[in-house]
């Protein structure tokens, strides 16, 4: 069944294209069809769940720079899936989609994650709020350009910041993350082993700024 | 003299809570204003750091705000930041009541990208490590939930069994809580001796316990007051919120991957998919004890034809580790095992999405890879987070007693939910 799902949507919308997959059937279709698309998928082939709904960051300067996908199942044919890919539209810092909320309740969750985490602006979202991190918070974390150990920012809370003196500072990276890919940097830089020999019984424990400033 | 059993009628007492009040606001006697009240973060009945900033009007919810992230570590940021086996521990730490569950669920999704397969002894030490898992989570799911109503003796007796499953973790694994028991392509150890026997020895001192166990809440009065008929999910909510598991069977929607899309070899093992009837705490509730005997019967039956073999998938010489004697006797194995430990398992590119049937629901995984060792994306749909956003419509017009008990039959946890 799953089989003829693809050729069937792209006689409907000639703008699909097949999107490589090594497991469910793909496609891609322009940002423009892709509500149309996921409500043909929903009222027509039953794809009832809206399984997962992501986005991936494509680096800098790639065009396009974020891909969201969907993942919807099909309760009534057990174990069928569907991922549905489409690039965002608008600029690198604020890009834009439309909000599939009114199609799947699911998707209000999910968009805000991809909100908070990406900056993808929903369209016609209900309350597109920061999820995970704390309202205020001046970053989308899953973007490649923002560092593993995070960027120090202001405490969220201004009374408590202004109170304790303290900020949200970026974590100890000690000479970390610990992994090579192939031809990307000198192996041996790359060992798992702590750069960072000032923490041995011999030297003095180092302080708070130096330590930040391992990574640099 | 055995009592008839009566299904309370608590729909008609929120109503005539609702009722109360209208007609005691307009006579002016009392302040109508709303009140608004916050409801964790540290709390003992949100089950780790969910907050509800709900909207109050008398006992009654007119809004329900969770307020989910404060657990979140950054999981799939690190994720891109690792190799693959690296990135197991972390899996420990999503649903931190079912490690074991988690670990297969992501070693399935890699295997699935890489296309390999790993030997039938493997599967079968997933399959039953999966079901304890799921067991040890249920137990875990139905003590704080009757805590959460006042039965307070339920709790006692499931973390005995609960403690009884750690052991055997802990023999199989190394470690009670955080096992990371599974490799790209395999598991970190075979099973040790006796430990089968073991496993069934505990399936059978387990069901009459747990026959006991539910004899505690099953028939009570208590019980069945607090949750029959509060925080009803019908089946068109719960599809359409992305409930799964349980939450989404008490529904009546008998939706289970073990049976729909099995994987590990679940087509081999005979079990019932247990569903509710009317979706409300109560079914939940059934729902969860009834699967806990399901997965007493799969591992019982994964025991009794526990296959030989190897448990790793040997031949993918770029994916899985070389056995250690080799490792420390031969040059080919050992510059296999350090390609492997500096640069990661070799998977090629290309875009997975697996969903594995976990305790708390359906756990997937998204992994975008460009090859190499290191995934350039990996998304983690957890079942926890999905089944909280129906939170804000299922508590409007609830009593607030009543948000306790809805929170305890939809047994999530925070690691998962906030990643």
């Known amino acids: ?216 | 003299m055995a009592t008839e059993f009566t299904y309370p009628d608590n729909a008609a007492k929120t109503a005539a809570a609702r009722a109360g009040l209208a007609g005691q606001s307009p006579a002016g006697e009392f302040s109508t204003e709303k009140m608004s009240l916050s409801m964790g973060p540290s709390h003992p009945s949100t089950h780790g750091v969910l907050r509800l900033q709900m909207e109050l009007d008398g006992e009654v919810l007119t809004k329900a705000d969770p307020v989910v992230g404060y657990l979140h570590r950054g999981d799939e940021k690190i994720a891109e930041n690792m190799t693959y086996n690296q990135f197991v521990p972390y899996t420990d730490r999503l649903d931190y009541l079912a490690p074991l569950a988690n670990n297969m669920a992501y070693a399935i999704a890699v295997e699935r990208l890489a296309q390999i397969e790993v030997p039938p002894r493997c599967q079968a030490i997933r399959v039953i490590t999966a079901e304890m898992a799921r067991i040890s989570s249920h137990l875990m799911g139905l003590g704080a939930f009757g805590l959460d109503v006042g039965a307070w003796t339920v709790l006692l007796y499931t973390m005995e069994e609960r403690e009884k499953l750690y052991t055997l973790f802990e023999e199989l694994t190394g470690a009670r809580f955080t096992t990371s028991y599974t490799r790209i392509g395999g598991v970190t150890r075979d099973v040790p001796d006796g430990w089968l026997g073991r496993v069934n020895a505990f399936c059978d001192q387990f069901l009459p316990i747990l026959e006991e166990i539910l004899r505690l809440l099953t028939r009570n009065k208590i019980f069945t007051d607090r949750t029959a008929g509060v925080g009803v999910i019908s089946k068109a909510d719960a599809l359409a919120y992305g409930l799964t598991g349980p939450n989404l069977r008490g529904s009546g929607v008998g939706l289970d991957l073990r049976k729909d899309k099995p994987y590990s070899g679940y087509e081999h093992y005979e079990f019932d998919v247990p569903v509710g009837t009317t979706g409300d705490s109560y079914d939940r509730y059934l729902v969860r004890g009834e699967e806990m005997r399901q997965s007493v019967r799969i591992i019982r039956q994964a025991v009794a034809k526990f296959p030989g073999g190897p448990i790793c998938a040997t031949e993918a010489r770029r994916i899985v580790a070389p056995p250690k004697e080799k490792v420390l006797s031969s040059m080919e194995e050992l510059i296999q095992n350090f390609m492997l430990v500096t640069e990661g398992p070799q998977v090629p590119p290309g875009e997975v999405y697996f969903e594995a049937e976990n305790p708390k629901g359906i756990l997937g995984f998204f992994i975008v890879s460009k090859g190499g060792g290191v995934p350039y994306r990996l998304k983690i749909r957890s079942p926890s987070f999905c089944n909280l956003s129906i939170l804000p419509k299922l508590c409007v017009g609830c009593l607030i007693s009543d948000v306790v008990a809805i929170l305890g039959s939809l047994d999530f946890v925070m690691g998962e939910c906030d990643r």
Not at chain 1, 29 to 42: G, H, I, K
Not at chain 1, 150 to 163: F, K, M, S, Y
Request: charged share 25%; glycine share 6%; with cysteine.
């Open chain 1, 1 to 216: 069944m799953s089989a003829d799902l693809v050729p069937a949507l792209k006689a409907r919308f000639p703008q699909a294209t097949d999107r490589a997959s090594v497991d469910h059937p793909a496609v891609n279709v322009p940002l423009d069809e892709l509500v149309a698309v996921l409500r043909y998928l929903r009222d027509e082939q039953g794809f009832d769940v809206l399984t997962d709904l992501t986005a991936i960051d494509w680096a800098e300067g790639a065009s396009p720079r974020f891909t969201l996908v969907y993942h919807l199942h099909a309760p009534g044919r057990p174990g069928t899936y569907v991922r549905v890919a489409a690039p965002c539209a608008g600029t690198e810092r604020e890009p834009t989609a439309p909000s599939v909320v009114s199609l799947w309740p699911a998707a209000d969750w999910h968009e805000r994650e991809c909100f908070d985490m990406f900056g993808i602006r929903f369209a016609g979202h209900p309350d597109l709020r920061r999820i995970l991190m704390w309202d205020g918070y001046p970053y989308h974390p899953l973007r490649k350009e923002f560092p593993l150990a995070g960027i120090e920012t202001d405490l969220p809370v201004a009374d408590i910041a202004q109170e304790t003196g303290t900020r949200v500072i970026a974590a100890p990276m000690a000479g970390g993350p610990f992994v090579a890919s192939a031809g990307e940097i000198n192996l041996t830089e790359a060992e798992p082993r702590a750069k960072d020999e000032s923490w041995a019984d011999r030297g003095a424990r180092p302080d708070q700024t130096a330590l930040r400033q391992v990574k640099e």
